[in-house]
T-cell receptor, first 115, second 111 residues
Framework: DSGVTQTPKHLITATGQRVTLRCSPR?????VYWYQQSLDQGLQFLIQ???????AKGNILERFSAQQFPDLHSELNLSSLELGDSALYFC??????????????FGPGTRLTVL | EDQVTQSPEALRLQEGESSSLNCSYT??????LFWYRQDPGKGPEFLFT???AGEEKEKERLKATLTKKESFLHITAPKPEDSATYLC????????????FGQGTELSVKP
């Protein structure tokens, strides 16, 4: 158990809908990262927050947004869902968010299925 | 552009048959190379971090090494419970905290 929690575990929804994925980081970690894992793309970085502020952005679609709250939990919002958004979404957390000796620990993931 | 390539894509071993997984990388400024293990449908589990060429780390049957262009994950006398996908990732100090992952090596160990 990494100490990172994610809810829900599974989400099934229809095209065009909007969903929210939630992540609670390990105790004491200030940085949260979101990654998407699909069969053909592997693990792709979406976005990073550090202590409530956006720190780095990957190839995140405009239909996707995220935020980190004062209690450090984070939410990833996915809207106008398409079939291609079906994937595993992982949250990771680290102590500082500066990379290098700052290890990222991953949560169990949310499996999103868009029908 | 930063790139991480893992080989082979899949590896089948008999129990006790040692082998190595390769991770080659191209980054402008390496701050760390990470190995993770991932079981089907689960989140990646951290194994090792390597920071500089020549560095080695060991954990049970696994040993990770790093050169200036690649890393190896050596598996000695593997057991069926070592079956998983092994992911390599690099951190580029020019890219915030972002990790760039390879596609992984799917390891299967048969008894």
């Amino acid at each position: 158990d990494s100490g990172v929690t994610q809810t829900p575990k599974h989400l099934i929804t229809a095209t065009g809908q909007r969903v929210t994925l939630r992540c609670s980081p390990r105790s004491g970690d200030l940085s949260v990262y979101w990654y998407q894992q699909s069969l053909d793309q592997g693990l792709q970085f979406l976005i990073q927050y550090y202590n409530g502020e956006e720190r780095a952005k990957g190839n995140i679609l405009e239909r996707f947004s995220a935020q980190q709250f004062p209690d450090l939990h984070s939410e990833l919002n996915l809207s106008s869902l398409e079939l291609g958004d079906s994937a595993l979404y992982f949250c990771a957390s680290s102590a500082r968010g500066s990379g290098g000796k700052d290890t990222q620990y991953f949560g169990p993931g949310t499996r999103l299925t868009v029908l | 552009e930063d790139q991480v390539t893992q080989s082979p894509e899949a590896l089948r071993l008999q129990e006790g048959e040692s082998s190595s997984l390769n991770c080659s990388y191209t980054v402008s400024g390496l701050r760390g190379l990470f190995w993770y293990r991932q079981d089907p449908g689960k989140g990646p589990e951290f194994l090792f971090t390597l920071y500089s060429a020549g560095e080695e780390k060991e954990k049970e049957r696994l040993k990770a090494t790093l050169t200036k262009k690649e890393s190896f994950l050596h598996i000695t006398a593997p057991k069926p419970e070592d079956s998983a996908t092994y992911l390599c990732a690099v951190h580029d100090y020019n890219q915030g905290g972002k990790l760039i992952f390879g596609q992984g090596t799917e390891l299967s160990v048969k008894p």
